[in-house]
């Protein structure tokens, strides 16, 4: 309880909590219990809360319980309504999905292709295994290129490849002795030939789909369940580049980059009833052929704490949760910024914004009455106090102003 | 020459920096402005949401959500009157920033107004209209009276008033009787405590 409360910010977990828990409170304490399980998934690209007024983009929720119900929404821009998605299947047997909702998409074939503000959300309570899905994108374009690039270089490369793989043959092969260790998972990422480098390169250049893909604002939630674990898995990115995505044999590109990566997970056992959950923030992440480079990892750091202009700020970091009820969370962060929190809830910026909660209790057939766990009700009275000496403030800044117009008046006598 | 640059002689040589200062200087005005302005300002605008709020707390719709237990958040649920200290407004259902710029709100997960068990209500003490200003001037005692759509009841402060911390939550805990608790900030202008006021049910009121 001690972690739940520390931040207002964690108040959406409590909320995912409070939905996990409240199944339970709502479950009958017979003496038979059926199995009961909920988890949830929520994710947002970018969530700015300015002294109230907000404004949210690529955002994803997602929940599942064991009812069974499976509910999933997505927005890439909260505002737009035409950038919405909903699935909803309350009942045994239901599988809504929608298709993919954008705000505005431009395709044009096998050369560009822009969309932004998307969502697309399903839902599935098909054979007693409930699943929650949602993804939201902010903008994505997509430069294709990469048929037409082939078609002019391959005279070019016809007439230079046997002379390129002997060359680069040549010199790869002295160079592995050497770096091998280096060059081995990319040259086997790429399952290039060393004899015919080129020609092996040319063959994993068709698998490219596009030049380049630019995302910002990716999001997913999801909740799954199969017969031994129900997960919920959040994840949201601030922006992706992918340089050649699909030239790696995994179909990984060459180069990805990511800004402000959020990753948070919650598993419950169904076998043992035990719940976990890790979280994987990272403020700016580089893949070569799918090989991760994270960089960047660290705490909150909070200034001016006690006051009203204290503020925190999380790059790359996270925290699991554990609730006395057995539910538990995680939360990841790429960015975040809680910024003067004594006025009037302050400014909150999250990028890459990541949570999710599950909980739940397995089966039990002994006689042996379970008292439902406790509500998890809210992470901390209601904050009435608009902490802000407003007056003072307002008077100083006011002062501020007029020194300032003076130093600037000083200057205009001089001249 | 560079090393006793003084402020004058800085502005003197860049004209850039005094356009700078300039700009600086309007929009710190502006800021102090909206700053000291910003309490009167939502005042005004709670003043104008009760307006609304009263006129759907009287609405059949709202009475007809009310016997259905469907109060959306943000909507009417309650009047809450306390003659000791001057209170007269609509409570909203919800405890969320947005709901309680209403300047009261009705904890979600407690009980509704007059019903068996806590019914718990937060306040803004300062801005929003302040309902919950001198919550700490309560005695016990003192009468607390909502009116809810579908009739109303009347509690009566059972001890002095609590200072709790932002986490203690058990002042929502549920009760077998009929009681009722009130939240605020404390002190006054901080969010570092809260006030809490315990009242029990002393009477109900006519049905409407």
Not at chain 1, 41 to 64: F, P, Q
Not at chain 2, 143 to 151: A, M, R, S, Y
Request: glycine letters at 10%; a neutral charge; one cysteine or more.
């Amino acid at each position: 309880m001690t972690n739940v409360r520390s931040t207002g910010r964690l108040c959406a977990l409590a909320l995912s909590a409070m939905v996990v828990a409240g199944l339970f409170a709502s479950t009958p304490a017979s003496a038979d219990n059926a199995e009961a399980f909920a988890g949830s998934a929520a994710a947002r690209a970018l969530n700015l809360n300015a002294l109230g007024i907000k404004v949210t983009a690529g955002s994803t929720d997602a929940l599942a319980t064991s009812s069974p119900e499976a509910h999933a929404k997505g927005a890439g821009l909260a505002l737009i309504a035409d950038s919405a998605s909903k699935a909803d299947a309350t009942a045994a047997g239901q599988n809504p999905s929608t298709p993919q909702a954008c705000a505005l998409h431009i395709p044009i074939s096998g050369i560009l292709d822009v969309a932004a503000a998307c969502s697309q959300s399903a839902a599935s309570t098909l054979d007693a295994n409930p699943l929650a899905a949602s993804t939201a994108t902010v903008a994505a374009i997509d430069v294709g290129l990469v048929n037409l690039v082939l078609q002019l270089l391959q005279p070019i490369l016809d007439a230079l490849t046997p002379v390129l793989d002997q060359v680069i043959g040549t010199v790869t092969g002295t160079l592995q002795p050497l770096l091998g260790g280096l060059l081995d998972p990319l040259l086997g990422s790429l399952n290039l030939d060393l004899n015919s480098p080129v020609s092996s390169l040319v063959d994993a250049l068709k698998n490219v789909t596009n030049l380049a893909t630019v995302h910002v604002g990716d999001t997913a939630s999801t909740v799954t369940t199969d017969a031994g674990k129900v997960s919920a898995v959040a994840t949201a990115k601030g922006g992706e580049v992918d340089v050649l995505p699909g030239l790696a044999v995994t179909g990984a590109p060459l180069l990805s980059i990511v800004l402000g990566s959020a990753r948070a997970t919650s598993t419950f056992d169904r076998s043992t009833g035990q719940s976990s959950s890790a979280f994987d923030p990272s403020l700016l992440t580089l893949q070569v052929l799918g090989i991760n480079v994270p960089i960047g990892l660290g705490a909150p750091v909070t200034l001016f704490a006690g006051t009203v202009l204290e503020s925190t700020i999380s790059i790359g970091a996270g925290r699991t949760i554990q609730n006395p009820d057995g539910t538990v969370g995680a939360v990841a962060d790429g960015v975040s910024l809680q910024l003067l929190k004594g006025l009037n809830g302050g400014i909150v910026l999250e990028l890459a914004h990541a949570e999710s909660a599950v909980g739940g209790a397995k089966a039990l057939i002994t006689t042996q009455s379970v008292n439902p766990p406790a509500e998890v009700q809210a992470v901390e009275l209601a904050r009435t106090g608009a902490e802000a000496p407003w007056l003072e403030m307002g008077l100083m800044l006011i002062l501020a102003a007029f020194v300032s117009r003076r130093l600037g008046r000083r200057w205009m006598l001089k001249r | 020459m560079t090393q006793n640059l003084n402020v004058s002689e800085l502005l003197s040589s860049k004209l850039w920096l005094r356009r700078t200062l300039s700009a600086l200087s309007a929009l710190l005005l502006l800021s102090g402005l909206a700053l000291v302005g910003y309490p009167l300002a939502s005042n005004l605008w709670q003043g104008r949401l009760q307006d609304r709020l009263g006129k759907q707390l009287a609405s059949p719709q709202l009475q007809q959500a009310y016997r259905d237990r469907k109060i959306g958040t943000g909507d009417s649920l309650t009047r809450i009157k306390i003659p000791d200290i001057g209170v007269d407004v609509v409570v909203v259902e919800g405890t969320t920033p947005s709901a309680l710029r209403a300047g009261a709100g009705h904890y979600a997960n407690t009980s509704l107004p007059c019903d068996v068990g806590n019914v718990a209500i937060a306040g803004h003490r300062t801005t929003f209209g302040k309902p919950f200003a001198n919550l700490d001037r309560l005695k016990p005692g003192a009468t607390i009276e909502l009116d809810t759509p579908v009739g109303g009841c009347v509690y009566q402060v059972s001890k002095d008033p609590l200072v709790v911390s932002p986490n203690d939550l058990s002042v929502l805990d549920a009760s077998g009787d009929r009681t009722l608790t009130l939240t605020t900030c404390h002190p006054k202008g901080s969010a570092a405590q809260r006030l809490v006021i315990k009242a029990t049910w002393s009477k109900d009121l006519k049905s409407a």
